[in-house]
């Protein structure tokens, strides 16, 4: 017996277990078709589920983003609001003024220029600031404003009113009344600025100055390299770098023509004292009573009725007299008295 060898029989046992297990195993049984069926349905559902969970996921994320887009649409419009407040839109502009008497023909213009369109005034037009307005040769008018100021336009004036506080006079006279307290007005001339401190007084335009009279409170004047102040009973003539000054009468002829454009004073459900103070504060009049008792009962003599159209001498007989009282008018005091005392 040879020990060498070409090939090597193995016996069975020495067989790869991995193949013998396939070789001495049993097919495979089949699987029924309606339990393949419910497991391929399970299968497709839970795909559905999961590609409906990652939408969910997707969806959360969109929304996410579009809530903080909205956020800052929510504060964009926060803040747009306060930008506005911030810039405001110009409101409706204020007039001025109203002309509350007219005597003749006036006009006005909303332009500076030279060229400008004017227009006829009318009572109870409203003038708006920027607008001019001239008086002829022979017409005057009165202008009331918001705070009881009345200005008063002079035969040949003209007015530029930039505000409810400046006015530029450029021509003629005009004559201010603040009421008795300041209404921080400024009258621009090309001669210097006028300022009231509370007061009554005229400015009138002259060839080569300016004249003010003072009739009760103080005016200040300026130009631009000097200063002066000008108290009641004071004419102050301002020129080309010049003041000079001189004391004058607060009533007489020569403030006439303002008293004629004074606004209409309503008698009716008025005491006679309030009738007399105005007359006195129109005219320049110091008003004097034949004694306190008669002061105290002018205070509760009421009026009725109206003086619109009659002059002050009129309208000052007819209120006295249908009170049982007299006047009299001697060097700017005006005097009342019972009619039948001694004069």
């Known amino acids: 017996m040879s020990d060498s060898t070409v090939g090597v029989d193995r016996e069975p046992d020495e067989e790869e277990p991995t ?12 699987v029924a078709a309606d339990r393949a069926a419910r497991v391929r349905r399970a299968v497709h559902l839970e795909w559905q589920a999961a590609l409906r969970r990652r939408m969910r ?7 996410a983003a579009a809530v903080t887009l909205a956020a800052a649409a929510v504060i964009i419009i926060a803040v747009s609001p ?15 003024a109203i002309v509350e008497r007219l005597d003749g023909q006036a006009r006005r ?48 004036s003209t007015v530029r009113l930039l505000s409810a506080a400046v006015i530029e006079l450029s021509a003629g006279a005009l004559y201010v009344d603040t009421g008795g307290r300041s209404a921080k007005l400024e009258i621009r001339t090309p001669f210097g600025v ?34 002066a102040s000008a108290r009641a009973g004071t004419e102050l003539m301002v020129g080309a770098g010049q003041m000079t000054s001189r004391s004058i ?25 309030s009738f007399l103070t105005h007359l006195g504060q129109e005219h320049g009049w110091t008003v004097r009573y034949a004694d306190p008792q008669l002061a105290e009962k002018a205070t509760t ?3 009725h009725g109206s003086v619109d159209g009659l002059s002050t001498h009129d309208a000052l007989e007819v209120t006295l007299a249908a009170s049982g009282l007299a006047h009299r008018l001697h060097d700017g005091e005006l005097i009342v008295y019972r009619e039948r005392s001694s004069k």
């Open 19 to 30: 193949a013998r297990l396939l070789r001495t195993a049993a097919p495979r049984p089949k």
């Open 301 to 303: 003599i009421i009026l």
């Open 82 to 96: 306060k930008t506005a407040r911030l810039n405001p839109a110009p409101g409706p502009v204020e007039p001025v």
């Open 249 to 273: 009468s607060v009533f007489g002829p020569e403030w006439e023509w303002s008293e004629t454009m004074a606004p209409i004073f309503e008698i009716e459900g008025r005491p006679l004292n």
């Open 194 to 227: 006028a300022r009231d401190v509370g007061t009554q007084f005229e400015v009138r335009l002259q060839s080569a100055a300016v004249r003010i009279r003072v009739r009760s409170g103080a005016v200040e004047v300026r130009q631009a390299d000097r200063a």
């Open 57 to 63: 996921r997707r969806t959360a994320v969109t929304a």
């Open 109 to 156: 213009s909303s332009s500076s220029d030279s060229g400008g369109k004017y227009v006829e005034v009318h009572r109870d037009d409203r003038l708006m600031p920027g607008e001019s307005l001239e008086t002829d040769a022979s017409s005057r008018t009165a202008l009331g404003f918001e705070n009881g100021t009345s200005i008063r336009l002079d035969t040949g």
